[in-house]
């Protein structure tokens, strides 16, 4: 960790400079190569031209853009002048959006093209694709930088994620951290061999860390712009692809396409890791079909908390299929609340945990203690004491990587004219790990059909969050608490799919 001097500074000037850091498949007709010495001397250009002009120390400056080398560029220069990273997530609502601007101060940003009308206008903005003198090109001068050395515990950047009312809360996390994370995981990392592939966005700690791991180890990484199985499948076989960190989603995916993967030459593909969502055996084996040989391991980890949780065993047993692995030396855990010590909610406290959401102390103390975070996330422990991840303890739920909170989108839903009341409970999916499903009472009979709940939900928020089916109903179930029976809606829910017997 000392060799680094702060969180953007994640480049080893002892290994091959003038090797291929990064291929960009923003034009995958016009694939783009970077090397590590380039990308360090344009975020030195970012880091200078952020320096230049006159930001505070510690001021929050975004970066609203799809997958592309500017974007990594940038995130490492706004913490190499010793300012802070707000990667922001392009599937919000602009409303959303404004919100995480304000929420965080952004002075500054940088994006693409097709999202800049998302940016603030009073805030000043360097657009990647602009051709004149304002745009990125012009205005990011490779070149020479001393970097700013980061203080005890200096927040490098700030990640946002959805909280307990569905609002997105910032995440504050420190450069200190967030190496330490680095040092722990890349320790056996052979670079020499290493090219990973990234299609998942850069906003989120999945994508954006094993960025940071691939710089950290002078290794090389694939950027595709945004997900879709033919771009993935052609890309890891024609840039002979090592390493896959990917969600379960995506290769479940990709494992499906199998008139795609017929014939592809994969032979350099060392190892797949999967996380951030659920797993299931029905997956692992179906990729370990399509990548023969290949090793197939789950991961886990939080924002809030790091990647860097659970590992190899260190008497080396194997890691059973759909276990997260065994605590890592340096970081400490707990599981409360359960039945019994092998089982319960999954405490964690190592350097990586952030000291709390900003701008939100009644939701931090919810979750943070003498610095243990509080994960929600139910676990169990087996007899070799390696983990494996059960469920959540409450009512969120993951689809395709992204949480969706049940009450949020019945508010949306709700905003209809003609929905007088509105339920959604998660639904089983084998590609996307959990589907948000609908039941709804309308205002009058008839008046709304299914296609316009859909559509309404996917225009007026997070096209992720739109229920994929939906049943109406008289009434909604209720419980004893007079409140709605979401086990027996859950259970509606299964049956009907069962039975293929949704409202059409």
Not at 26 to 45: F, L, Y
Not at 399 to 421: A, D, F, M, T
Request: net charge negative; proline share 8%.
């Amino acid at each position: 960790m000392s060799r680094w001097i702060n969180l953007g500074d994640l480049i080893d000037r002892s290994r091959d400079l003038d090797r291929v850091a990064v291929i960009d498949l923003g034009d995958q007709h016009a694939p783009r190569q970077w090397t590590h010495r380039q990308i360090d001397a344009h975020a030195n250009g970012v880091a200078r031209l952020l320096t230049e002009a006159g930001l505070p120390r510690g001021a929050a400056v975004a970066i609203l853009a799809l997958n592309r080398a500017e974007y990594i560029i940038s995130y490492f220069g706004i913490m190499r002048a010793g300012f802070v990273a707000v990667p922001v997530n392009t599937k919000l609502p602009r409303e959303t959006i404004d919100y995480i601007f304000e929420d965080s101060r952004i002075v500054f940003a940088f994006t693409d093209a097709p999202r800049r009308h998302l940016v603030p206008a009073a805030v000043p903005v360097v657009d990647f694709d602009e051709a004149g003198p304002e745009g990125f090109a012009a205005r990011v001068v490779p070149g020479a930088f001393e970097t700013v050395p980061a203080g005890p515990d200096e927040i490098g950047q700030i990640l946002y994620t959805s909280g307990s009312t569905g609002r997105p809360k910032g995440v504050p996390l420190s450069h200190s951290g967030q190496l330490w994370a680095l040092a722990t995981l890349t320790a056996a990392t052979v670079p020499e061999i290493d090219r990973s592939i990234i299609a998942q966005p850069l906003f989120h700690m999945n994508g954006l860390f094993q960025s940071k791991s691939v710089f950290a180890t002078n290794s090389s990484v694939v950027y595709l712009p945004g997900f879709d199985t033919p771009s993935y499948i052609d890309a890891l076989e024609r840039y002979q692809v090592t390493n896959v960190m990917a969600v379960p989603t995506m290769l479940a995916r990709v494992v499906k396409d199998e008139k795609a993967l017929a014939g592809r030459d994969f032979s350099r593909l060392k190892r797949i890791r999967l996380g951030s969502a659920p797993l299931t055996l029905g997956l692992i084996e179906r990729i370990r079909a399509a990548f023969p040989g290949i090793p197939v391991t789950n991961g886990f980890g939080t924002t809030e908390a790091g990647p860097a949780v659970f590992g190899p065993h260190p008497d080396g047993l194997a890691q059973p299929p759909l276990a997260v692995g065994y605590p890592l030396v340096g970081g400490e855990v707990r599981l409360v609340d359960g039945a019994n010590d092998d089982e319960g909610v999954l405490l964690m406290r190592n350097p990586a945990v952030t000291p709390g959401y900003l701008n939100l102390p009644a939701q931090s103390a919810k979750v943070l203690e003498t610095g243990w975070y509080r994960s929600g996330d139910v676990f169990r422990r087996d007899e070799n004491g390696f983990y494996y991840f059960v469920g959540r303890a409450d009512d969120m739920f993951v689809c395709s990587g992204e949480n969706i909170y049940p009450g949020e989108v019945e508010k949306l839903l709700e905003r209809h004219p003609q929905v007088q009341q509105a339920a959604v409970v998660p639904l089983p999916d084998e590609e996307r790990g959990q589907v948000p499903v609908a039941f709804i009472v309308r205002r009058t009979e008839g008046a709304i059909a299914v296609d316009e709940i859909k559509r309404f939900t996917i225009d007026n928020g997070p096209a992720y969050q739109h229920p994929r089916r939906v049943e109406f109903l008289a009434d909604l179930p209720w419980a004893g608490t007079n409140k709605i029976d979401r086990k027996a809606l859950i259970e509606r829910a299964r049956a009907l799919e069962a039975s293929q017997a949704w409202s059409r």
